[in-house]
């Protein structure tokens, strides 16, 4: 498909939509987090960059990680999302508003790059109204109220498998010209170590960004085989590129990702097939909040099936990126829902879209000619559909005034309050979630399941509202045997124990 530069029109239709979609995405901020504790870890990880005392971070994060029952999250996640943090706790401290617009920023830089990608495939219009779609998709407007790299990642590996996608198709159509043979090598030679920048940026981001070069070696293999040394020639620039960055970091930050393997600890074959089960149906939870959600996933997985069917070669690079995600997740033990495959949702999206125009070539001549029309009006109300659920969503927020939950609510600051004024600074607190309070009490915390770990701190902190979920029972844990427990500070959520 020949790409034609963007018109001024598109161009205005595409930053209405990106505008739509941070205000949408901003209105549906709310001012606290739910109780999992990655965002605090992210956070105290830029507070290090700013202070200077990365190791010291990692030295008391190696200590939550080590002796909680079971690894709450790595010694330290890649440095690229506190990185991105960092002016906004310089200049705002930790409210959980103003971290959540990073998020929004880089939605906003995602659905220009995707249009971008779906304009090598789709006419103009049709790339604008696809782009349309996963614009005001209240699910992932949601993802931007958590203080998590999803959506940073999202955008960042979104530009690799563009400029992965565009780098083949480019140098197949110069290659078709004198001028294009000559300039070839001259354009890749820009290229090649730009798209290295571009997979670190991601793997900085989220270690799987390292999976884009399997789609990168896909391309390369179907373009150059079986001339090995011009294969090699292409993939060694970006490797290059990448490997001097990435060594780079390693030398200015603190490792802390190889703690990941200790997840593997709660790996078994059975959990293979269930999370292939899982992550098969996961895709259908994007339309989770939309009127009639529930057969928008099944008619597109048809003809996704279709698109893969019909253009495997053209779209192999992309497929190949697309199974390495899954395959990673399917292996790791640990299930965290949608946003583990936001990076590959994109692609269901716009090969279903191409699937149901290949559908359309294969009609009756007498139905094609409102077909697409008809094509036009299953994504319109798709998209009238998820925006009406987003707005929906949106004013609820904005009614309850953007409602505090969880860690930031006036319960947890309690709590933290009184581990401030009346523990020790050395003290070991015991809590369901030990990086976020860390985080506001500065007190070196783990959790734990049982109770022969609890000698080994100075107090527990029981969430009364969550039960057995990585904790012990608050009814279980006065029985705990060979253990004095003196109840110190008590609330409507939690209650703290002097042990």
């Known amino acids: 498909m020949q790409i034609t530069p963007v018109t001024k029109r598109s161009l205005l239709i595409l930053a209405l939509i990106v505008l739509t979609a941070a205000g949408l995405s901003f209105a549906m901020l709310t001012r606290g987090h739910p109780w999992w504790d990655d965002f605090a870890s992210y956070v105290m990880q830029a507070r290090a960059i700013l202070n200077g005392d990365m ?4 030295r008391r994060n190696a200590f939550t990680v080590q002796n909680s029952s079971y690894p709450p999250g790595p010694v330290a996640y890649p440095w690229g999302y506190p990185l991105l943090l960092a002016p906004v706790v310089a200049i705002f401290g930790v409210p959980a508003l103003a971290l959540k617009l990073v998020g929004i920023a880089f939605y906003a830089l995602f659905l220009v790059v995707f249009f971008l990608l779906a304009r090598t495939r789709l006419a103009e219009s049709e790339s604008l109204l696809l782009t349309g779609v996963l614009a005001v998709n209240p699910m992932l407007l949601q993802a931007n ?9 999202l955008a960042v590996s979104t530009l690799g498998v563009l400029l992965i996608d565009r780098r ?6 110069r290659a078709a010209t004198n001028w294009g043979r000559w300039s070839s090598s001259r354009v890749a030679a820009y290229r090649d170590p730009a798209l290295g920048f571009v997979i670190f940026l991601a793997a900085l981001l989220r270690t799987n960004g390292i999976l884009l070069f399997a789609p ?14 011009t294969l090699l020639r292409r993939f060694l620039p970006p490797l290059g590129v990448f490997s001097l960055l990435y060594l780079a970091v390693a030398w200015s930050f603190p490792n802390g990702q190889d703690s990941y393997l200790s997840h593997f600890s709660m790996f078994n074959l059975p959990r293979l097939w269930d999370n292939f089960l899982f992550y098969l149906w996961l895709p259908s939870w994007t339309f989770n909040y939309i009127p009639a959600g529930a057969v928008f996933y099944p008619l597109l997985a048809v003809f996704l099936l279709l698109s893969i069917a019909a253009r495997w070669k053209r779209d192999l690079a992309i497929h190949a990126y697309s199974l390495a995600t899954f395959g990673l997740f399917i292996l790791w033990p640990e299930r965290q829902g949608l946003r583990f495959i936001y990076p590959v949702l994109p692609f269901l ?5 191409d699937g149901i125009k290949l559908a359309i070539e294969r009609l009756p001549a007498g139905w094609q000619a409102l077909a697409p029309r008809a094509v036009t009006g299953f994504w319109g109300i798709l998209l009238l559909l ?26 947890s600051y309690d709590l933290y309050e009184f581990i401030r004024d009346e523990t020790p600074a050395d003290a070991v607190v015991v809590f369901v979630r030990p990086r976020a309070m860390r985080l506001f009490t ?4 783990f959790m734990t399941t049982r109770c022969q770990d609890l000698p080994k701190g100075d107090y527990v902190a029981v969430h009364e509202k969550i039960g057995d979920v990585g904790q012990i029972p608050p009814e279980q844990i ?20 002097r042990i």
């Open 55 to 58: 190791d010291e971070f990692v």
């Open 145 to 153: 109220d958590l203080i998590l790299s999803d959506i940073p990642f």
């Open 168 to 173: 083949d198709r480019d140098s197949s159509s």
């Open 216 to 229: 990168l070696a896909v391309a390369l293999l179907v373009q150059y085989w079986p001339d090995w040394k």
């Open 349 to 353: 999206f716009l090969f279903a879209f």
């Open 386 to 411: 998820s925006l009406g659920a987003s707005v929906h969503w949106a004013a609820g927020n904005l009614a309850a005034n953007r409602e505090i939950n969880g860690p930031f609510d006036e319960f």
């Open 442 to 445: 500065d007190r070196d915390s």
């Open 478 to 497: 006065s029985a705990c045997p060979g253990l004095a427990l003196e109840e110190v500070f008590n609330n409507r959520r939690f209650t703290v124990y």
